[in-house]
């Protein structure tokens, strides 16, 4: 990539690129690795979060999605094994979604990736340039009403 033409490009642009390069990385590794998707994975980290037993309804929220769009997440899901439809045993109409043994052990080894902390760049691996960067992404989280 001709990152030349992009020195003078606005700091908003840059992160939407770096955003999605980054999520197009992510997805593959996902893909190749675990077989599961960067949706699948909101999933199973928030069930994972939570102690793995929540409403449809309540995961759609928390995963900022469509339950509608949460149907065919959680059915891939559930045909890989990774996740549990329940009855609520409060009210019949209700679906709750557990993790199994196979979805945390999914999850397990997501985190292990993820906790890993390699530096991705050259910037990041210079503490202080690092911890500017950590300011300003934790800032723009905190300012676009991140969790």
Not at 34 to 41: E, I, R, Y
């Amino acid at each position: 990539m001709d990152t030349d033409r992009l020195h003078n490009a606005p700091l908003g642009s840059l992160l939407a690129l770096a955003a999605r390069l980054a999520q197009q990385q992510w997805g593959g590794y996902l893909a190749t690795h675990h077989n599961l998707t960067p949706a699948g994975v909101a999933v199973l980290t928030t069930l994972g979060m939570h102690g793995g037993d929540l409403t449809h309804s309540q995961v759609a929220q928390a995963c900022f999605f469509k339950p509608a769009t949460l149907t065919g997440i959680v059915d891939t899901l559930a045909k890989s094994g990774h996740v549990a439809r329940r009855p609520d045993p409060d009210d019949r109409r209700t679906i709750r979604l557990a993790l199994t043994d196979s979805g945390r052990q999914a999850l397990a080894a997501i985190r292990a990736v993820r906790e890993f902390n390699a530096p991705m760049t050259s910037v990041d691996t210079d503490p202080a340039k690092a911890a500017i960067i950590r300011e300003f992404l934790l800032e723009l989280i905190s300012t676009h009403g991140g969790p």
